[in-house]
Each structure stands twice: as structure tokens, then as C-alpha cells.
């Protein structure tokens, strides 16, 4: 069984920066892809960034590109997203998740989920 434990969400003023990192157990993480999601109030969630297993490929959001940076260890079983200049647009849950495939994007091919965290930028 994978767990995935989320941290680094809080209160950020307009044009901070925050980092999320997301710890992963349970199987040979080096293996599959991870990805970033977010879920706004009153909104479906949507995809912001993924990462290939070995790192050779990485996707954003039209929304995040630029302003966002996805990467991992794979020594030690985690995945981080570098949020700068963030907007109140950005306010959301965040969810990191683990592929079932070296690279995926599409929620569908997530087979796992953390809990969250909160991130809300203030204007």
C-alpha cells in the first residue's frame, strides 16, 4: 500500500512563494510517475504538474508554467513543487499522487493520494 504525506501548504500574501513537498512509501518509488493536483472550492480538480520517473520529463498547467517548479529525489522517496510569485488564484487544496506509469498526466492514471494541503494566497 502507497502512502503519500503532503507538507508545506499555509498563508502566503500575493507574489510569495511556498513549497509543497510530498513523502512517499510503500513501493520502489524510482519507478512511476508523480503529479501535482489542486482542488479550488466549488471546483472540480485539475492538474498542475507532473514528473516522469526518472525526471527526464516534466508538464505544466498553462496556469502554473513559469511560476511553478516540480521535481524529485528519488533517494529519498519525494516530490516537491516550487510555487512562486502566487496569486489568489492559486488558493486551493493540493494533492500529490503517484502514477501507475513512468509518466502520466491524467487524473485516471493516478492510482494514488495524499490527504492534501491547504494553500491560500491572500491579496
Known amino acids: 500500500q502507497v502512502h503519500l504525506v503532503e507538507s508545506g501548504g499555509g498563508l502566503v500574501q500575493a507574489g510569495g512563494s511556498l513549497r509543497l513537498s510530498c513523502a512517499a512509501s510503500?513501493?520502489?518509488?524510482?519507478?512511476?510517475?508523480m503529479g501535482w493536483f489542486r482542488q479550488a472550492p466549488g471546483k472540480e480538480r485539475e492538474f498542475v504538474a507532473a514528473i516522469s520517473a526518472s525526471s527526464d520529463s516534466t508538464l505544466y498547467a498553462g496556469s502554473v508554467k513559469g511560476r511553478f517548479t516540480i521535481s524529485r529525489d528519488n533517494a529519498k522517496n519525494t516530490v516537491g513543487l516550487q510555487m512562486n510569485s502566487l496569486k489568489p488564484e492559486d488558493t486551493a487544496v493540493y494533492y500529490c499522487?503517484?502514477?501507475?506509469?513512468?509518466?502520466?498526466?491524467?487524473?485516471?492514471?493516478?492510482?494514488?493520494w495524499g490527504q492534501g494541503t491547504q494553500v491560500t494566497v491572500s491579496s
Open positions: 510503500g513501493r520502489d518509488f524510482s519507478s512511476y510517475g
Open positions: 499522487a503517484e502514477a501507475r506509469l513512468r509518466f502520466a498526466v491524467r487524473s485516471s492514471l493516478y492510482d494514488y
